[in-house]
């Protein structure tokens, strides 16, 4: 038996980002390998601990100018300001998701009368602390009541429910004893 030596060409590929979550930057190389240049790069790509979070709430037009930076702010846009303690932007995230599949996305949009919020990103338990404040902080001002958002681990299939109610939020723990599945309604038919 012959046996053959090759001998691959050492090659030097810029990383390019192609996800964040909270402050750390997710990087992959060109040629779609993992960089492990990066501080916590390569690790993050394989940790086990990312959530899911989902905020869907409305909020009043008539927000005061900070309220409005400080959430354009923690969305990653121009003219975003904060000085309440925060170390980077919560939920400044594009792009696919790393490990919750889909999108990350953050908008704020106003129709006049009211501002929309939608955010869905990708969190670490280590940035539950500020996300909590964050959360709190949108209660007091929504003015949705009920559910605005959840928040799931990446690997359960059910999350816990955010609901806002009397200018705060809180969370329900939903708790699956039997599913019931069907092979023929993803989405029930209301007419059936």
């Given amino acids: 038996m012959t046996t ?12 390019t980002c192609i996800g964040r979550v909270g402050s750390r930057e997710v990087k992959r190389a060109a040629a779609g390998g993992l960089d492990d240049t990066g501080a916590g790069t390569r690790s993050l790509l394989i940790m086990a601990d990312i959530y899911e979070l989902q905020l869907n709430l409305d909020l009043p037009g008539a927000l005061p100018p900070q309220d409005l930076a400080l959430l354009r702010w923690h969305l ?10 925060y ?6 995230g594009r792009g696919p998701a790393m490990r919750i599949g889909g999108a ?9 009368p009211q501002w929309a919020l939608t955010v869905r990103q990708e969190t670490h338990p280590d940035e539950f602390d500020d996300l909590r404040r964050m959360v709190m902080w949108l209660g007091a001002r929504t003015t949705t009541v009920g559910t605005v958002g959840y928040l799931r681990f990446y690997e359960s299939h059910v999350p816990d429910v955010l609901v806002a109610e009397a200018g705060t939020v809180r969370s329900t723990v939903l708790r699956v004893e039997k599913v019931l599945e069907s092979a023929t309604e993803v989405i029930p038919d209301p007419y059936a």
């Fill in 4 to 15: 053959h030596r090759v001998q691959r060409a050492e090659t030097h590929v810029e990383p």
């Fill in 76 to 85: 990653g846009e121009e003219g975003g300001r904060q000085d309440d303690g």
């Fill in 87 to 92: 170390a980077y932007p919560l939920w400044g």
């Fill in 104 to 112: 990350l996305v953050g908008e704020l949009c106003s129709d006049g």
